[in-house]
């Protein structure tokens, strides 16, 4: 008597979007079949093959291929489980404020703009205008399909059901944190030089003697003048 496995995903332990990697073990008018070692195999509606609208199921998918599926519904009395190739919505409408910062997969490109899959009901679309400083003539020039993006959400429109992105002030915020802390680490060096060129500026100034309090941030123009002054002399 030949042992019987049991199926490595009983229906009954199978929840709504939880994802599963399965092969196309039949192919029909109106949906695949898909193997993903549970008690029966799953069916992918055709109008859950792809985002877009499928004519042809052939045209998504061939039998023996390797796909990934999320669970849709699962009847363990049934024997019936409903599966998509569309990945679950992971941020709700409700989720995308102004401001916040998504990161995504190019799916589209148009002479206008790039759309960008973030996990939304919807991908959000970023205008050429919003790619780069400067002018861009083509989104080609800077996005491709595939490509992998970070951007920051510059509108919802929750009733449109559109969301609109920017590429550019992302880099403009970046390059300002960059400025800043460049700034902020020559103001460090300008101290440092300040401290050794008051210590040295008293040659009777006992060893081990504390420097002078730093003056606030107002006073630093006061210090560079001071420093090139005391520069100044000990060349001279």
Known sequence: MSEVTAPLNPLAGLAPNQALKGTISRVELFGAFVEVGAEAPGLVHISRLSPRKVNRVAEVVSLGQQVDVWVVSA???GKRLELTMVPPVTLKWMDIQPGMQVSGRVVKLERYGAFVEIGAERPGMIHVSEMAEGYVSNPADILHPGDEVTARVVEVDRQKRQIRLSLKQLVVEETVDEDEAETEEMATSMEAAFRRAMQTAEPGSPAGQEPPQLPSKKGRS??????????KHRVH
Do not use: G, K, S, V
């Not at 006061?222 to 520069?231: G, N």
């Open 75 to 77: 009847d363990p009395n």
């Open 222 to 231: 006061q210090q560079e003048d001071i420093l090139a002054r005391t520069l």
